[in-house]
């Protein structure tokens, strides 16, 4: 693979004045693809640096895992935006950025004589994206506050338990929040993409709600057309089957048997080629009626005497789709992550480092980042002021010593 070492969004400066998850998420994926990202905190860092786990980096001092799995390759200024001081920072440096994202409930950035209008109007190019639970158009939870399980559970897709009367559970990684984040993304890039052509700037509205929702297309589309709920989860799904996660010996496997020929590979390798050309399995919908009296004695009986592992390579192996469930750990040090290059390396201030999920887009050519790694508040404060506020070096070395402006200890 020939090797560029230009990234796709060299230049790009962001301003990033995120929270918790559904804003780091995404300027992350903007700092991947080769963004200049400036986190711009609150003094003393943004909250989720005290958030576990708590790890120890090489100078002995404490960090955030939490805030360290989100931040990678961003530059950091801390500002007070409540004084006029900090505010006036904030929009000398919006003239010099292309990209403002915020995830502050609705009003908040306005009442901080911040919001799009103000920043926009100091930078007609600027993109401005916000991510809210409900958005920023009148609308009766505009107002609501929201992490992740808010929109989850509001769009439907934690009633969707497979088995009904179980309680709703969170479905694991926070969809809420990671779902609204790629659209984020998305809408960015095709504001900057309409800046090339129109010169101008957009506001990109965001809310976590309508995010869900279009994850949940399937069972809004069931609901509409049948007036029934889709169950996730469940081992028969009425178009197709064997469909779901299944007992093995030493844990689950996943299978999804679509058509004729992927059952027939099945039943083969059970050791059961008549049910391959039974006719009352010959369809989707057939095999999920008598799945419980006719395939699942078969089936769980074979799979009872293999492990995962062994029984997703072999229905690989003659085109059956299936994985093996694994856990974190697992997955981390699978051999397919390693060689898709998505376990990278996060590295602490003082250069400590821990493997996390790399960046899940490829480009060829390819381009050369630098090293993945996290700073400490403030800590590139007078470079930030000089470069992207445009400061005189003087200038900004006298506004760093003004109360409304920390950066990190030099000690």
Do not use: C, N, V
């Given at each position: 693979m020939t090797t560029s070492s230009i990234p796709p969004l060299q230049g790009i400066v962001v301003l990033d004045l995120t929270r918790f998850m559904s804003g780091p998420y995404a300027t992350m994926l903007l700092a991947d693809a080769g963004a200049d990202v400036i986190k711009v905190e609150p003094l003393g860092g943004e909250e989720t640096r005290t958030l576990h786990p708590i790890l120890?980096?090489?100078?002995?001092?404490?960090?955030?895992?939490?805030f360290l799995r989100l931040n990678r390759r961003k530059r950091s200024v801390c500002l007070d935006l409540r004084s006029p001081e900090g505010r006036d920072a904030l929009i000398e440096l919006a003239k010099g950025a292309d990209v403002v994202v915020e995830n502050y409930r609705p009003g908040v950035m306005n009442k901080l004589g911040i919001g799009a209008d103000v920043l926009m109007k100091a930078n007609?190019?600027?993109i401005f994206c916000a991510i809210s639970?409900?958005?920023?158009?009148?609308s009766p939870n505009r107002d609501w506050p929201a992490f992740n399980l808010v929109p989850e559970a509001m769009a439907g897709v934690l009633s969707q338990s497979p088995t009904p009367g179980v309680p709703p559970r969170p479905v694991g990684p926070a969809l809420g929040d990671l779902f609204?984040?790629?659209?984020?993304v998305s809408g960015i890039l095709m504001a900057l993409l309409r800046r090339?052509?129109?010169g101008q700037g957009s506001l990109v509205d965001i809310a976590m709600y309508d995010s869900m929702l279009s994850l949940n297309e399937m069972a809004l589309g069931v609901a509409s057309m049948t007036g029934g709920e889709l169950l996730y989860g469940q081992r028969v799904n009425p178009n197709l089957a064997p469909y779901g996660y299944f007992p093995t010996k030493d844990g689950w496997v996943c299978i999804a048997v679509g058509p004729n020929r992927q059952w027939e590979s099945l039943c083969k390798l059970m050791g059961?080629?008549?049910m391959g050309v039974d006719e009352r399995l010959n369809s989707?919908?057939?095999r999920s009626t008598h799945f419980k009296d006719l395939i699942e004695p078969v089936l769980f009986a074979w799979l009872a005497e293999r492990g995962k592992e062994e029984i997703a390579a072999e229905l690989a192996a003659v085109g059956v789709p299936a994985a093996p469930v694994r856990n974190a750990s697992e997955a981390l040090q699978c051999e397919q992550a390693r060689v898709r290059g998505m376990v990278a390396e996060v590295h602490?201030?003082?250069?400590k480092s821990w493997k996390v999920a790399g960046s899940p887009v490829r480009l060829s050519p390819a381009f050369d980042l630098p090293e993945a790694s996290t700073v400490r508040p403030g800590q590139n404060t007078l470079e930030v002021l000089t470069e992207v506020a445009r400061m005189t070096p003087d200038d900004a070395r006298q506004f760093v010593t003004d109360p409304t402006l920390r950066t990190a200890p030099t000690h």
């Open positions: 120890k980096d090489d100078d002995d001092k404490e960090i955030s895992g939490y007609p190019r600027l639970g409900f958005g920023q158009t009148a609204p984040s790629m659209h984020a090339h052509t129109t059961h080629p008549e989707g919908s057939g602490a201030p003082a250069g």
